[in-house]
């Protein structure tokens, strides 16, 4: 298991938080945390199953930028 801890932009309210959160646990995350005040996504990830970079593509999918 890997804890990711990533930057995103674009994120402004509880809904963009919520999206975000459940993308990711659909996806197959877990312990995912979600602030758009702080414009950070944390989440712990099993890499056989989904990496950093498609946690990256779903969270772009959704139309934030992640840094």
Do not use: F
């Amino acid at each position: 298991m890997k804890k990711l801890n990533l930057k995103v932009e674009g994120m402004h309210c509880k809904s963009c938080e919520v999206l975000i959160k459940e993308e990711l646990e659909d996806a197959g995350a877990t312990d995912v945390q979600v602030s758009a005040s702080k414009g950070t996504v944390i989440a712990t990830v099993d890499e056989k199953k989904l990496t950093e970079k498609k946690v990256q593509e779903i969270i772009k999918k959704e139309g934030y930028k992640v840094k």
